[in-house]
């Protein structure tokens, strides 16, 4: 569980990026966090596993005061992936990077190398163990970055922007291995713009602005009000512009979030109907 | 002549066990604007850097066929050459901006070009009008949002007045709002008779401005063609590319025998097509 209290951070006292956060996310959530560029998200996130230290506020991570714990304790609990992969990776082969973590938490040379495998192909990497990350394009950068954190399967998963740069198919295997690690009872949270990976994925979503959160609460609310959507620079996802525009004629149309059954379903009884 | 025009055109990173384009054809001419999709590492970027010549000049690698810019061919100028030609702006707009404030930031590319200080000041002037960023003229760089410096770095592009603005996926790390902006802009300079390659995955963002879809796996070109046309092809699912919730929805109900008008690609005309449908 990760709570925190009236968190503040400015950055040299200058930018203030945090305006009094609290949160609570508990064991087993898979929540979002949206926003405006510069809202504050990726400081939020970097409070989760100790890179950044609340200037006022606190921080719990499973109970336990932050102030307490070191990074290296934190690190082990929470997994951060960050936005660019170039500020993560650093070794010559994709298996050495991933590789890495694993040993940093006591795994042996075979069980790194069977989770690397294993996580290699999961997203998609086949073939790309001996390579060097640097020598792939944006993309597999990425995943190669993301493949490093989720190899050590930490009991919570903080990605910023995984979707940046990832195909639709990608982004499919991607959300289906979140997935599976948030029903095995891992944490998930992301920091992302892309609204459709939202509604798809995540029950819960906090919406961010100017360092504070504007509205925290299940995704289809949130994403739906349109004030909050204005604040935080949201734009509706096709589907709900396409049920926002039929609901003029058709009274029936409901105005919550639209999935892409959900227009099929009312578009094939209002066209067979017709 | 195209404005661009790739003949049989192959490249190899140095270091690299295949090909990163493969046999490209492809002509571009004055006025289109162009969306490059494909799945990730199908050579897109690559693409793109050949348009002004950074591949192969600064990228080096194994190159066979030619990439004519302007009917000049890419292997006999320099980039420099080219850079006044075809713009391009990235995906990360921090690998881009390199001077302490927005006027210098825009000065910056054609002083290095000896365009005279008087024009400098005009262009300068012209683009922060155009692009909306007098409230950021005097400020540095890192105390800009993604979307502002992203909107800067395009306006420093833009200041090498160049026949072709190549943008490699611009809007990625932009919240929604600031990358609808960035695509506005992208769709009135293209109106105002600008040239536009634009690399993107989103295509429900971007398909309905586009004049021209090219659809590229695996270092080839898979499919050219109007939006409409490209999107509404199975190959896009078959290499795994997102087409737009409309465009899925229209597949769905043809599937069922139920057929719109046309083909939709965003959600108020796939709206209006239901309507046109019932009445």
Redesign the interface.
Known sequence: MIILEDVEYSYDGI?TALRGVTLQVDRGESVAI?????AGKTTLIKHFNGLLRPQAGNVFLEGKDTSQMSVAEMAKIVGLVF??PDHQLFLESCKKEIAFGLKNLGFTQEEAEERCDQTLSRLGLEGFAE??PF??????RKRVALASVLATEPDVLALD?PT????????ESLARMLMEMNKKGRTVIVVT?D??FVIEHFPRTIAMSDGQIVADGDTSSVLTHEEVLER???????????????RH?FDNVSDRLAS?SD??S???T????? | MALVKFDDFSYKYYGADSLALKKINLTIDNGEYVVITGPSGCGKTTLCRAINGLVPRFHRGYIAGHVYVDEKDTREHEVAHFAAIAGLVFQNPENQLVTLNVEKEIAFGPENLGVNPVEVRRRVEEIIDLLDLEHLRDKHPHEMSGGEQQRVAMAATLALNPQILVADEPTSNLDPKSAEKILEIISTLNKRGMTVVLVEHRLDLVAKEATRVVLMDRGRIVADGTPTEVLVADICQDIGVGIPKATEIYKRLNAKGLRLGSVPLTGEELALLIQEGTV
């Open positions: 930018y949206m926003g405006t560029n510069g936005q660019n390579r060097s020598a792939l394009s944006g993309g597999e922007e940046i740069g990832q195909d639709a198919r990608q982004k713009h609204i459709e935080c620079s949201l734009t509706l996802p096709q589907m709900t512009q396409a049920a926002k525009a039929l004629r892409l227009i099929e009312i578009a094939t209002l066209l067979e109907g017709a």
